[in-house]
Nanobody, 120 residues
Framework: QVQLVESGGGLVQAGGSLRLSCAASGSILSINVMGWYRQAPGKQRELVAAITSGGDTNYANSVKGRFTISRDNAKYTVYLQMNSLKPEDTAVYYC??????????????WGQGTQVTVSS
């Protein structure tokens, strides 16, 4: 089994910064894509940013230039540095990892979610 544990959410004023972390543990052989998604009340979950094992990144247009995704492969951890936060960034943020387990099984795991609230 694999578990993803997130941390770093909270309440911040507009213009402020937060850093989210998500660490995976368990029977992991390798992790392909690591990503962050978010879901605001009444809205669908959307991709915020993703990073491949080779370091290629992809960002939602709404966060380009403000958010930075990075990963530490040795620690099975993905980070999301969020700067210049706006009230519209308020949401529950979820990490996601597409990985291969020791059993050879390819699977997709989600974190429990962490609340980010940006006040105006």
């Amino acid at each position: 089994q694999v578990q993803l544990v997130e941390s770093g959410g909270g309440l911040v004023q507009a213009g402020g910064s937060l850093r989210l972390s998500c660490a995976a543990s368990g029977s992991i052989l390798s992790i392909n894509v690591m990503g962050w998604y978010r879901q605001a009340p009444g809205k669908q979950r959307e991709l915020v940013a993703a990073i491949t094992s080779g370091g290629d990144t992809n960002y939602a247009n709404s966060v380009k230039g403000r958010f930075t995704i990075s990963r530490d492969n040795a620690k099975y951890t993905v980070y999301l540095q969020m700067n210049s936060l706006k009230p519209e960034d308020t949401a529950v943020y979820y990490c996601n990892m597409a990985l291969i387990e020791y059993s050879g099984r390819y699977n997709d795991y989600w974190g429990q979610g962490t609340q980010v609230t940006v006040s105006s």
